[in-house]
């Protein structure tokens, strides 16, 4: 045991900005974060859901790092070999946008530089921004291991990528094909089925007229997008439909432009829905592209890159698509064809980075092949074999891979990791390799080029598990903490991220990435809203870390959470928080005041009545929070600690010892409250550690401890010494007591100073002894002078305040204590008021025309009103009663 050094005490207040910084960076120099491969100790690891290089910390990010952080202190203390491995994701899209903009700012594009000169410039820009979020974090209190960060294009991560797309190729899971993708025209690439978000989004609904050919008939169609009328090649009515089966195989004519395009018979269409005849588009609509696949179509694109109207659109090439659509609606009300315009409401597409409407085109992309990497990434969630929680995720992951798509993987990007397909000019051959290659194998050419795009983000990022620990070298790593033991992420990357590392852990390391998932809601704004830049509502943490410190951000966030729902962000909360720390803090302050001789060593405790009950509370305190953090309830750990701190041992039991602290008792007694107080204290930093992780350390290193650090101090265990059930029944009953009289006291207007007698009755024997033990506490909690104590009592006493606790009858004479008449005066003039009051509300509630007439919420006011002025009425009588 050492006695820490305790020279000055505690600041008067405590400064978060100052403490947090000290520590953070004193960890960090001794390498406490780092983990060695320990083959003697049992692993437990957490891979970072890697943050773009290009962003900030945000709310999502603070919680979902606090959660993190939360558990690899928790393990760390309870002797585990914790890796929590950081590291940033270089996010395609999202960087290249940055450094564009940064270019246009100069007056050049991409183009003006060329691809190489366009990467350093990137490289660049991510060596002077890239660390922004990682230093954020640091600020939070995250203890990764961050010696060991990891970048998603670094040089193992790269060959990592390089590896898989070859391994997946070579087996026929990875192909190039032209398909319908999702376009956008504002970053110019391709993105992902989940990357696409719907918005409703209020439009109109065209209903267009196509003549059949050499007939006087028509069929309607409708539309939200008439633009793409002019990539027609069929309209489609279901093979049962009574209306349309004549036509079947009949010939209409496009309008406008004339083209001769056929009827056919498709079971995807619905007949009830609209006109029952669809316009059938394959090269702009996903559903079009299937039917075009089985109808054997051809496929007429009409648009560009860009979002502008090609040759194949006829009088419309060179008009951007909605300033087309426009025109087309006025064509086609002049010729004749446009039969009506309804609103609409639909859900239409927006790429995830900038927003802009997403346009379906088909374009040669290369694709994942899911299926066969799905069935296994079900099986391991069905078998129990990988858990998540809050278990209802399970259900939606299942659902979704069970109904996937293959994953389309190119992007038409500079940044990021480049396609390793390489295509030889002279013989058309198609090279797929982990190292460049240098000539054709097929006919010894030199004359190669590889292909231009790169892999989606997430590519590299479902490899994260593994490749940040070496893979696909065989390292210690590897073997000792893969898989890891727990994720923890946002339920909105379930399926970009969470269900790819697992189908990809599964094909490359025969084994799940992680034993269980830990799912955490949103951080939503204090009105339910979720944070976004367009509503103005988002909370920087860093912020809140500047005004409040990281301590009360991560408690805040972590308390009233409960996993897989989102949260409200609330600045009372905040509040509330700070608060809590300021008590602790000053809790602290007032132990380290009356321990400056205390040597924890040199006490022989001889426990009280309130040290026995305040250890036994700590057990149960230590045995809840290491049950709940074990359920990944974090928050209701946290709940059970902030009760214990605030309520039980701030507010009672250092109530309790000041006596003995003050010396008004034997040596032995204040040596006793010393060492529970310091016991208590040290037990409980150690428990909130976790949470607050800088305001514990400082506490704690100025406590009498042994080790270097807080964060490598032993988890607090149940000593089951202390379990004294029989103290905690003796100290609720005189709590309670406690209560009743302070509660009496208020009522009865008794100021705080004046000391007052009273009679307490037991209605047991045992409850008689329990008083008599605690009567001194209760003459000091109470503010009792004069203290009767008896089993049962013959005549209850004229002029006394009553209360009951726990079956023990308390009376407080009040003679002399208060001017008896002026109070009984004064609680008359009150229940008079009150009665007035009542009468008023009852008249109007009497009054038939009154409930008929008025509001139901206006009548239900009044009735609460009125239970209200009875409920006060009655109790103001008692205490006149109590009077005499």
Excluded at 815 to 825: F, P, R, T
Aim: with cysteine.
């Amino acid at each position: 045991m050492t006695t820490a050094t305790r020279s000055g005490q505690l600041p008067t207040t405590y400064n978060p900005q100052e403490v947090e910084s000290k520590w953070y960076s004193r960890w960090e120099e001794k390498g406490y974060f780092h983990a060695e491969v320990d083959k003697n100790k049992e692993p437990f690891s957490i891979v970072m859901p890697p943050p773009n290089v290009t962003g900030a910390l945000h709310m999502g990010h603070a919680l979902d790092n606090t959660m993190q952080d939360i558990l690899i202190r928790w393990k760390r203390m309870q002797g585990y070999n914790t890796l929590w491995m950081p590291g940033t994701d270089h996010a395609g899209i999202a960087t290249q946008a940055k450094v564009e903009e940064q270019l246009a700012k100069e007056g050049l594009s991409k183009y003006d530089l060329g691809r190489e000169k366009f990467l350093e410039r990137v490289w660049d820009w991510k060596n002077t921004y890239g660390d922004r979020i990682t230093k954020q974090l640091r600020r939070l209190g995250a203890s990764c291991d961050w010696q060991r960060e990891r970048f998603t294009m670094d040089e193992g991560c790269s060959k990592a990528v390089r590896d898989v797309f070859v391994e997946l190729y070579n087996k026929g899971l990875i192909y190039r094909g032209s398909y319908i993708i999702n376009w956008c025209p504002k970053c110019m690439t391709t993105i992902s089925d989940i990357e696409v978000e719907h918005e409703e989004t209020a439009g109109k609904l065209y209903h267009i007229a196509y003549p059949v050919k050499d007939s006087q008939e028509r069929i309607i169609v409708a539309t939200t997008r008439p633009e793409t009328m002019l990539g027609d090649v069929a309209v489609a009515v279901h093979p049962e439909d009574e209306r349309y089966r004549h036509l079947i195989g009949k010939t209409l004519i496009l309008p406008i432009l004339g083209r001769e395009i056929p009827v056919i018979a498709d079971e995807y269409v619905e007949k009830e829905f609209g006109t029952g005849a669809v316009k059938i588009t394959p090269a702009h609509d996903l559903n079009d592209f299937e039917i075009g696949q089985r109808h054997h179509l051809p496929q007429i694109t009409v648009m560009t890159r860009e979002g502008l109207m090609n040759e194949e659109a006829g009088p419309y090439q060179g008009m951007e698509r909605y300033a087309c659509r426009a025109q087309i609606v006025k064509d086609l009300e002049a010729q004749g064809y446009l039969v009506k315009v309804e609103d609409h409401t639909h859900a239409v597409g927006h790429c995830y980075r900038c927003d802009t409407v997403i346009e379906p085109m088909v374009s040669p992309q290369w694709f994942v092949k899911m299926k066969p990497l799905a069935e296994p990434a079900i099986k391991v969630v069905q078998e129990g074999k990988l858990r998540f929680v809050p278990e209802r995720f399970t259900k939606i992951y299942i659902n979704w891979l069970e109904n996937i798509r293959d994953w389309c993987i190119s992007r038409q990007l500079w940044w990021g990791h480049r396609i390793p397909v390489w295509y030889c000019q002279d013989c058309g051959a198609e090279i797929c390799a982990k190292e460049n290659p240098t000539s054709c194998p097929h006919c010894g050419s030199t004359n190669l080029e590889q292909d231009p795009d790169v892999l989606d983000t997430w590519f590299s990022s479902a490899l994260w598990p593994f490749s940040t620990m070496g893979w696909p070298e065989q390292t210690e790593e590897l073997a000792h903490f893969y898989p890891t033991s727990v994720l923890v992420t946002g339920r909105d990357i379930i399926f970009f991220w969470v269900a790819r590392m697992i189908f990809m852990g599964l094909e490359f390391m025969q084994e799940r990435p992680f034993k269980e998932v830990l799912i955490h809601g949103l951080v939503l704004d204090a009105q339910g809203r979720k944070m976004s830049k367009s509503l103005g509502n988002g909370v920087d943490p860093i912020d809140i870390i500047d005004q409040y410190g990281a301590d009360t951000l991560r408690f805040m966030l972590i308390t009233g959470n409960t996993p897989g729902n989102d949260l409200r962000f609330q600045q009372e909360r905040l509040e509330g928080t700070r608060n809590f720390a300021n008590k602790i803090w000053n809790a602290a302050r007032f132990a380290l005041l009356n321990l400056g001789d205390f040597k924890p060593e040199e006490v022989q405790p001889e426990l009280a009545l309130a040290d026995r009950w305040i250890l036994s509370r700590l057990n149960h305190t230590i045995e809840e929070v290491t049950r709940q953090l074990g359920r990944y309830e974090l928050g209701e750990a946290a709940r059970v600690l902030y009760d214990f701190i605030w309520s039980e041992f701030c507010d009672w039991y250092i109530e309790l010892i000041k006596p003995r602290l003050y010396g008004k008792e034997t040596p032995g007694s204040r040596a006793t409250a010393q060492w529970t107080l310091w016991y208590v204290l040290s037990r409980t930093m150690e428990l909130l550690h976790p949470f607050m992780p800088f305001i514990t350390e400082e506490i704690w290193q100025a406590l009498p401890h042994q080790g270097e650090t807080i964060m490598l101090a032993p988890w607090p265990q149940v000593k089951s010494e202390f379990n004294a059930p029989d103290a905690e029944a003796a100290m609720e009953l005189l709590m309670e007591a406690i209560r009743a009289v302070r509660n009496v006291r208020a009522e009865m207007n008794v100021p705080p100073s004046r000391q007052i007698a009273a009679i307490m009755a037991a209605n047991r024997q045992e409850n008689l002894a329990v008083l008599q033990a605690g009567a001194g506490y209760l003459k000091q909690l109470a503010g009792i002078g004069e203290l009767e104590l008896v089993l049962t009592l013959q005549e209850k006493p004229a002029q006394a305040a009553a209360a009951v606790a726990k079956g023990v009858e308390i009376y407080l004479p009040l003679a002399g204590l208060i001017d008896i008449e002026k109070e009984k005066e004064r609680l008359a003039k009150e229940l008079a008021k009150v009665e007035e009051d009542l009468a008023r509300v009852e008249a109007k509630l009497n009054n038939e025309s009154f409930v008929a007439r008025a509001p139901a919420a206006v009548v239900e006011k009044e009735k609460a009103r009125a239970a209200e002025y009875r409920e006060k009425a009655e109790a103001l009588r008692e205490r006149l009663a109590a009077l005499g």
